[in-house]
């Protein structure tokens, strides 16, 4: 059974510093690995989607990495702002038979200070 | 481009009322359809999901159903309301095991 767990809960850090959020998965057995932020009341919004095959993807600020040996991935923020304030959450796949059935971090909950 | 849409966006019940939440995508054909409930406090929870009309997978025993009677169509029901349905409900779509995207929500108050 797929379990994912996002360290830390909570994070706030000043404006411009470079971070990094972590995400783990019990089940290495995942063809891709989604990163998703969460504003409050909101929907969720597609950060980045990782591949098996890949070890990185980029898209911007945002540098996400998988290491499948390891069930760890990690989300690099550069130059954070402000506006980066909001929860992040990963999913990694639970095995099914034709749908992508996400299993959820509880996320973490990120503040960038001015 | 695809577009995912959710009504509505806020709902307030009683309990023992019925409940029909709504979930259409547009601009992609046959895709997989999914309802998740974020309540309070606790993570997202994938409650249903379906890969065609018709086809409806249930993750988790519980008081809700779902129903996809056209392909980019996908409706969440009840029959009775308990408090303990209360929650934050998102509709997603994928093809098949790619990338997921998630609709706006429908805030869900039972009383």
């Known amino acids: 059974k797929q379990e994912v767990t996002q360290i830390p809960a909570a994070l706030s850090v000043p404006e411009g510093e470079n971070l990094v959020l972590n995400c783990s998965f019990t089940d290495s057995a995942i063809y891709n690995l989604q990163w998703f932020r969460q504003d409050p009341g909101k929907g969720l919004t597609s950060l980045l989607l990782i591949q098996s095959s890949q070890r990185e993807q980029t898209s911007g600020r945002l540098n996400a990495s998988l290491d499948k040996s390891s069930g760890r991935s990690t989300l690099y923020i550069a130059a954070s702002q402000p506006g980066d304030s909001a929860t992040y959450l990963c999913?990694?796949?639970?095995?099914?038979?034709?749908?992508?059935?996400?299993?959820f971090g509880q996320g973490t909950r990120l503040t960038i200070n001015p | 481009s695809q577009t995912i849409h959710q009504w509505p966006a806020t709902l307030v019940q009683p309990v023992g009322s019925p409940l029909s939440l709504e979930c259409t995508v547009e601009g992609t054909s046959n895709p997989n359809l999914y309802w998740y409930r974020q309540a309070a406090g606790r993570g997202l929870q994938l409650l249903f999901y379906s890969v065609g009309i018709g086809q409806i997978s249930s993750e988790v025993p519980q008081n809700l159903s779902a129903s996809r009677p056209q392909d980019r169509q996908f409706i969440l029901s009840s029959k009775k309301l308990l408090l303990s349905d209360s929650g934050f409900y998102l509709c997603?779509?994928?093809?098949?095991?790619?990338?997921?995207?998630f609709g706006p929500g429908t805030r869900l108050t039972v009383l």
């Open positions: 997603a779509w994928s093809r098949q095991y790619n990338e997921q995207f």
């Open positions: 999913a990694a796949p639970a095995a099914s038979q034709g749908a992508q059935k996400l299993v």
